[in-house]
């Protein structure tokens, strides 16, 4: 069965700095891809970046990037250079299969405070 | 391009109604999710359509909860009898039919059981 764990509940950093978040993932596919989402506090919740399980080389898109770790199945999202408008509620998803037929399950979100 | 549209945005209903909610996805996306958001659950996935196809439906929610794809841009999520405990936000979402492919979601229906 699949599942998408995420142990961080809330994390707190001053801005311009960089805030680490975990996630750790069960799958039985060889291949599966793995999505960071955020949701803003007005509730919207947006695609941020995907990680595909048969590359090596780690995502970035912007200040964003990820620290994939097959061997552990774990896939960290890193954001460089917070601004106050990364305050946030982020979850780590997962979805199995090439060709799809399987949901995206989600983590239960780790929330990015950002102060001044 | 529109994205994914839900209505209503917000509901109340008292114990024991029937509610239905409503979702438009992305035009030509082949893939519907419903989810539930909760602070306590966070998203848990309600049903899965792939092209009218129900692909895959949370197993707890098969009792009183029922999702159809009435046509390729139009589906519904239909709860009866209504329980306080089934207050939360109901997202719906879409995407191409890759796994890769990203969801897009709609705002949310906010439902208030009393």
């Known amino acids: 069965a699949q599942k998408v764990t995420q142990t961080q509940t809330s994390i707190s950093v001053m801005e311009k700095t960089t805030v680490t978040m975990d996630c750790v993932y069960e799958?039985?596919?060889?291949?599966?891809?793995l999505f960071w989402y955020k949701q803003t506090a007005s509730g919207e919740i947006v695609f941020l970046i995907r990680?595909?399980?048969?590359?090596?080389e780690n995502a970035t898109v912007g200040h964003y990037s990820l620290n994939f770790q097959k061997p552990k199945s774990s896939i960290g999202l890193i954001i460089t250079a917070t601004q106050i408008e990364d305050s946030a509620v982020y979850f780590c998803a997962m979805r199995e299969g090439a060709q799809g037929g399987r949901a995206l399950i989600f983590g239960t979100g780790t929330t990015v405070s950002v102060s001044p | 391009d529109a994205g994914v549209t839900q209505t209503p945005r917000h509901e109340v209903a008292e114990k024991g109604q029937t509610i239905i909610l409503k979702c438009e996805p992305v035009s030509g996306h082949n893939d519907l999710f419903w989810y539930r958001q909760t602070k306590i659950q966070g998203l848990e996935l309600l049903s899965y359509?792939?092209?009218?196809?129900?692909?895959?439906d949370g197993g707890a929610f098969k009792d009183r909860f029922k999702a159809e794809m009435l046509n390729s841009s139009f589906s519904t999520l239909k709860i009866q009898p209504t329980e306080p405990k089934d207050s939360a936000v109901y997202l719906c979402?879409?995407?191409?039919?890759?796994?890769?492919?990203?969801?897009?979601f709609g705002a949310g229906t906010r439902l208030s059981v009393l």
């Open positions: 979402a879409s995407s191409l039919r890759s796994s890769q492919n990203t969801l897009y």
């Open positions: 990680q595909d399980s048969y590359k090596k």
């Open positions: 799958t039985q596919d060889s291949s599966y891809f």
């Open positions: 359509f792939r092209s009218k196809s129900l692909m895959e």
